[in-house]
């Protein structure tokens, strides 16, 4: 508990201080976890659902409402959204760096939306790399196995005089593709070459970074036809692509412990391409102002500016196509924070607010009230009061998505002589989704070996997207068929409400245990015909497992040899009929000199395969996840 997080408020300050739902998984946990990719090492945050649907393509919500495109979540790497505008979700296949580099992942459980803006409705992920000056020398490290065929990364840091460090970096990987439920191929290999740089430059108060990568990624799709049959012609599988990069400066200056400025700006770019499903251009801007200072004693003020430009360009596919083509969205925003001494040492009090504009819906208003209660250095009680917005995507102004072909219209299909092509529409008028959430949470340090750590939520939602039927109509093309335009509306409503868990204990100086469980129940208001046709929101409350535990456990049989085991639980999820599931993952690591690792790692060990979730939209096949092995090497030097 007394490690140092920053997302909570911009600022540094211990985890026990934090007024809000907050885990930190550190470079030494996603080590021993095994985990190759970031989605991998989220799932030992609790309350955060993570969901492999393919090779390539996650689900990955906070507190419910998961999906392909789960749009209630802020993700950050280094301070830098990495959120899509353009679906309102998180591309994780985009979302990578040489894993040896992350120095902590912070995972916000809750709205922040005072601090980080629209979009952090049900949590904020920030994932935080090392700075230059600690990654000095040479990395190599390369490995293979069943699933994961084969993955290298190197990393060279150095230093050009006392106060500049720099490291460059590259890695790559190939992973297998998946197979379906009928034990066909999925067509989702996936290959991927990054690399990157970082900069870092101190002179007396000031400190400057300068950060860029460059990605690209190869993978596929099929697509189940049995969705799509006439009137959409299309091949079944494809293979596709995607390319980017980004560059991030900053500039910190630090005046002394309670003063600050902070000025950030980055550009982002991507080119995705498809052709079963979507194809894209796009393209962002973003400058970040905070300045933070102290006011007579008891005041902690921090208040700040945000800019963001987002300029798009969406081919048109079989599936997928968008009205205009072309577009560019402006965001613009003000926040301030006031942190409150009430009773040194015990009582503090938060307030804040943050201001955005946006091109969809206007002016927006997130304000933010927390309470933290110290009574002494173990126990810490928090509360919080707080509104968000889910402001709407270009896809829900937008799009034409020919969602599917259907036989069966509940009601009155068996008289219709055609079959029924639904297209999802998107309407200028969409609205934001709102939340109200009321958050309370107790800390407890039994003794410096043990602490637990309790969240509790009431989340009170109100113009969530929900679907309706436009007039059905006819078309003469080939084959002659019905066109039932579905529209997106926010007249969906609901409320959740859970618990999330968390225990720390070093048994002995060799072992140590780790554990969560989490707990929601969701309640959804919409459509009671075409919820369930919609698993993002109408039928959102049968897509969220209820029930998820984690348990870890490290154990150093000496400074040369570690064994760490991970079981996990997931109960099921109705929607897709998929039953609960327990999985363990297994990491032994040995070192035959200090600067030498070499390890094995199995995944999924309790059976052959299981099945975990389905992407929702884009109608890909389902797959089973597999059991998987892979060894591998690491040298530092």
Do not use: C
Not at 91 to 108: A, P, Y
Not at 195 to 213: K, M
Not at 565 to 571: A, D, F, P, Q
Not at 589 to 600: A, D, M, Q, T
């Amino acid at each position: 508990m007394k490690i140092e997080v920053t997302s909570a408020s911009r600022r540094s300050q211990k985890l026990s201080e934090v007024p809000s739902a907050i885990f930190v998984i550190t470079q030494d946990d996603i080590r021993r976890s095994g985990a190759t990719s970031i989605p991998e090492a989220l799932r030992m945050a609790p309350g955060v659902d993570v969901a492999r649907i393919g090779t390539d393509k996650w689900a990955i919500s906070i507190r419910g409402f998961n999906g392909r495109f789960a749009d209630k979540l802020q993700v950050l790497m280094d301070g830098r959204s990495v959120y899509n505008p353009l679906f309102a979700g998180v591309q994780w296949e985009q979302q990578d760096t040489l894993i040896e580099d992350i120095e902590r992942i912070e995972v916000i459980r809750g709205p922040n939306a005072a601090v980080w803006g629209a979009n952090a409705v049900n949590g904020v992920i920030n994932i935080i790399t090392k700075r230059a000056a600690n990654t000095q020398g040479i990395l190599l490290s390369a490995g293979g196995g069943s699933f994961e065929h084969g993955f290298f990364g190197a990393r060279y840091g150095g230093r050009i005089n006392d106060d500049t460090h720099y490291r460059f970096y590259a890695k790559g990987f190939t992973r297998d593709n998946m197979n379906t439920l009928s034990g066909g191929s999925a067509n989702d290999a996936w290959h991927q070459g990054r690399g990157g740089f970082r900069l870092d430059h101190s002179r007396g108060i000031d400190q400057f970074t300068v950060q860029g990568d460059i990605f690209y990624n190869a993978f596929g799709d099929r697509l189940n036809k049995a969705n799509l049959s006439a009137p959409i012609i299309q091949a079944e599988t494809a293979r596709g692509h995607n390319e980017g990069g980004n560059i991030r400066l900053r500039w910190d200056r630090t005046i002394s412990d309670r003063s600050s400025i902070m000025l950030q700006t980055y550009y982002d770019r991507v080119d995705y391409r498809l052709l079963t499903s979507s194809a894209f251009r796009a393209e962002s801007f973003d400058i970040d102002f905070q300045h933070r200072f102290p006011l007579f004693d008891k005041h902690d003020l921090t208040w700040g500016a945000n800019y963001r430009l987002y300029h798009n360009k969406v081919l048109s596919t079989e599936l997928i196509s968008f009205n205009p083509r072309l577009q560019t969205n402006h965001l613009a925003s003000a926040f301030i924070r006031d942190e409150i001494t009430l009773i040194p040492a015990h009582l503090r009090l938060t307030l804040g607010s943050r201001f955005d504009h946006n091109d969809f819906t206007g002016m927006e208003i997130q304000p933010n009230a927390r309470l933290m209660f110290t009574p002494d250095e173990r126990n810490s009680l928090w509360l919080a009061v707080s509104r968000a917005v889910r402001t709407p995507s270009r896809a829900e102004n937008d799009i034409h998505f020919n969602a599917n072909t259907i036989a069966d219209v509940p009601g009155f299909s068996a008289l219709l002589p055609f079959p029924v092509l639904t297209q999802l529409m998107g309407t200028p008028n969409f609205n934001s989704e709102k939340l109200l959430a009321y958050e309370l949470g107790f800390r407890h340090q039994f003794s410096p070996q043990a602490s637990l750590d309790v969240a509790t939520f009431y989340n009170d939602y109100s113009q969530l997207r929900d679907l309706s039927a436009g007039a059905l109509s006819f078309h003469a093309g080939f084959p002659p068929h019905l066109m039932l335009p579905v529209l997106l509306t926010n007249r969906a409503s609901g409320y959740t409400y859970g618990v999330e868990t968390s225990a720390d204990w070093r048994a002995s100086e060799k072992w140590r245990l780790q554990g969560n469980y989490s707990f929601i129940d969701m309640h959804i208001h919409s459509d009671s015909i075409l919820r369930q046709f919609d698993p993002t929101t109408g039928s959102a409350n049968t897509v969220s497992p209820q029930h998820q535990i984690s348990a870890r456990s490290h154990y150093d049989f000496s400074d040369h040899l570690q064994l760490n085991l991970w079981l996990r639980y997931v109960s099921r999820i109705d929607f897709y009929r998929i039953p609960g599931y327990v999985t363990m993952d297994a990491r032994l690591g040995y070192k035959p000199k200090r600067n030498i690792e070499l390890f094995i790692v199995g995944q999924n060990l309790f059976s052959q395969n299981h099945r975990e979730f389905v992407s929702d939209f884009i109608p890909s096949f389902p797959t089973y996840i597999p059991r998987g092995i892979y060894a591998g090497a690491e040298w530092r030097f």
